[in-house]
């Protein structure tokens, strides 16, 4: 179960680190130091995260015959990921210069440090394997509990001082333009916190073994499980600067579908009832990826629908004033009772012309073509589909039925 946690979690920060050292290729000179840091942080994440894998470090340590020698490597591979991650965030908050100055001290004592555990590793007794709960059977082991102690507070500090750097950066004025930057920051910040936790919990389970306290468990099993959960966060966060801005462009894409698709079917009943007036007019799609747009087919829907609003008889003087009569009674909006009288008059029309829909047909209409065509489609796209969803209601079934009773005195003008 514990390989089925670390290999995914170290084999994505494996991922991220190919990801950046390409970006690193590409990146202007200005900005390689700051990406630089990335592929070193993933260059020490990544094994101390595999080293994790009972089956990656227990099989190492019996090549080499070195009882936990994973375990230390882990230790030292987690430390330079601590120390690589704060020189990154140093290289975005200061001048090169000044991050340079601060750099070489972290270095110095993450070095020192590394040194530090590796001499108390090698003073203590390990006389048995303990990958899974090294901290749990150590705790108390003269040299290795100075190592533990060390190594944890060490780790604990650094990523809070992380978290500390990551927060702040988000809030500089210098990632104000930078939103999705600003993003991949905080969940930087909010992921490295789950490995904070992490620390805490095998420190104090370390100290609290000193005194008597039973905490094995959690420095076993529940530390290194929070541990992992913060990987996917640390992960996106320090990617979804450059991929984070193309979610937006989606979230366009498919609001734009969904809206061309609503619309479409909004049409339908409108389409179905004109379609008699002339079936050939309906477009053929010759291409598979136009039969597949629904941006291509509301278009043409709408083109066939005007084609055939264009033959139909004059419209009705008498059908025109009981729907205006009906809206206002309704409450209807100066929009909403254009598309009755249109919707009433389209369904008058098509009942009086039932059994020959082509006899006493007017004229095409000539339509002015604005210069904006993409405004004049949207606009003729949201009358119809007014009109269409206004087809079907019992509003307009009760004035066209209105309508019938008005004597046929009524004058009439073309549609």
């Keep these: 179960m514990a390989d089925l946690i670390f290999l995914p979690a170290a084999l994505g920060i494996a991922m991220l680190g190919l990801y950046k050292f390409w970006a690193l290729r590409h990146a202007p000179a200005d900005r390689r130091p700051a990406i630089r840091t990335v592929c070193f942080s993933c260059l020490f994440a990544a094994p101390s995260v595999l080293l994790g894998a009972p089956a990656i470090g227990m099989a190492l340590d019996r090549v080499v015959g070195i009882h936990s020698l994973s375990v230390l490597l882990g230790y030292c591979f987690a430390l330079g990921f601590v120390c690589s991650i704060q020189i990154m965030l140093v290289y975005w908050l200061h001048s090169a ?8 001290w972290l270095v110095l004592t993450y070095t020192g440090i590394v040194a530090a555990i590796n001499i ?35 780790y604990v500090l650094g990523l809070a001082n992380v978290v500390r750097l990551c927060w702040r950066w988000s809030h500089h004025p210098d990632t104000t333009d930078r939103p999705w930057l600003r993003r991949g920051l905080r969940l930087t910040a909010v992921g490295i916190l789950f490995p904070v936790v992490y620390g805490v919990i095998t420190l104090v389970a370390v100290v609290g073994s000193w005194f008597g306290a039973e905490l094995g468990l959690w420095s076993t099993l529940i530390a290194p499980t929070v541990a992992i959960l913060g990987v996917p966060l ?92 009906h809206a206002r009674q309704a409450g209807l909006d100066e929009q909403q009772t254009a598309a009755l009288d249109e919707a009433a008059n389209i369904k008058a029309a098509l009942l009086t012309t039932a059994t020959d829909l082509r006899t006493g047909l007017s004229g095409p209409v000539n339509l002015d073509h604005p210069r904006d065509a993409g405004h004049a489609f949207a606009g003729e796209r949201r009358r119809l589909v007014l009109i269409a969803e206004t087809f079907t209601s019992l509003l307009t079934d009760e004035v066209v039925h209105a309508a019938s009773r008005v004597p046929q005195s009524a004058q009439t003008h073309p549609h």
Aim: aromatic share 10%.
């Design 97 to 104: 210069a000044a991050a340079w100055q601060i750099s070489r």
């Design 120 to 154: 108390l590793f090698f003073l203590g007794e390990r006389p048995a394997e303990h990958h899974h709960d090294f901290a749990a059977a150590y705790a108390r082991a003269p040299y290795l509990a100075e190592l533990l102690v060390l190594h944890f507070l060490a």
């Design 234 to 325: 640390v992960i996106v966060g320090n990617s979804i600067a450059a991929w984070g801005p193309s979610l937006s462009s989606l979230w366009e894409r498919v609001v734009h579908v969904s809206s061309d698709l609503h619309d479409y079917r909004a049409l339908t009943p409108l389409w179905q009832a004109l379609r008699p007036i002339e079936p050939e007019m309906v477009h053929t799609h010759h291409s598979l990826a136009n039969r597949l747009s629904p941006r291509s087919r509301l278009f043409w829907r709408i083109i066939e629908i005007n084609d055939w609003l264009h033959q139909l008889p004059a419209r009705d003087v008498a059908v025109s004033a009981t729907a205006r009569h």
